[in-house]
């Protein structure tokens, strides 16, 4: 099975809040991370959490940590047009101690009026 | 501002053809990485290389090899292009100082096999 998984698809309206949800395998993966890759573009760093955390806020980003589950989530408020992209969920498993990153397959988020 | 620059955006090559993909950093990274992305599929490892003149095949490097003779410059090298070969291939690179280890990406480079 993936080690990292999340659903590919969430559709919101402008304003509501979003949360893609992603879970993950490896429990020795010290950071979590959120990327986000505008169309056309390479991806970029969204946010990213300490695994010893269990939240993270960063204006309208919401990081939530559950340990346990090894579940992994993001929640956008007040949506807007332009946060239409896909948005990929990764960890860094301690695999011979080379920290190589896994990615999901990506949550395609679509923002409509 | 640091970039990771892929040369090329888009390409179209033919069946057979030995293409060059070339990723330049100039972050003074150790690591950097090639994947490749499909829709559905999201981002699969095809190698990667710890440092200059080190490589690491990642989960996909089937008829794909790499070169790193500088630590720059990290080229994904398909000797014989194929058609199962179209694709988005995106170049990373990464320092191994003490922090959260994130992943500075290019903008992508489109490859189409005809």
């Known amino acids: 099975g993936e080690d990292v998984e999340q659903s590919l698809f969430l559709s919101v309206r402008e304003g509501d809040s979003s949360v893609i949800n992603c879970t993950y395998t490896d429990s020795s993966s010290t950071y979590l991370y959120w990327y986000k890759q505008e169309p056309g573009a390479g991806l970029q760093l969204l946010t990213y959490i300490f695994s010893n955390m269990d939240m993270k806020q960063d204006q309208r980003l919401t990081v939530l940590l559950n340990k346990k589950d090894k579940h992994l989530s993001l929640r956008i408020a007040d949506t807007q047009t332009g946060d239409s992209a896909i948005y990929f969920c990764?960890?860094?498993?301690?695999?011979?101690?080379?920290?190589?990153?896994?990615f999901g397959r990506g949550t395609s988020l679509i923002v409509h009026p | 501002d640091v970039k990771v620059t892929q040369s090329s955006r888009y390409l179209v090559k033919r069946t057979g053809e030995k293409v060059f993909l070339e990723c330049v950093q100039d972050m003074d990274h150790e690591n950097m990485f090639w994947y490749r992305q499909d829709p559905g599929l999201g981002l699969r490892l095809i190698y990667f290389s710890y440092d200059v003149k080190m490589k690491e095949k990642g989960d996909i490097p089937e008829g794909y090899s790499v070169s790193r003779e500088k630590k720059e410059r990290f080229s994904l090298i398909l000797e014989s292009a194929s058609t199962n070969q179209t694709s988005m291939y995106l170049c990373a690179s990464r320092t191994l100082n003490p922090g959260a280890n994130v992943l500075t990406f290019g903008a992508g480079s489109r490859l189409t096999v005809l």
């Open positions: 990764a960890e860094t498993p301690r695999s011979g101690g080379s920290y190589i990153p896994t």
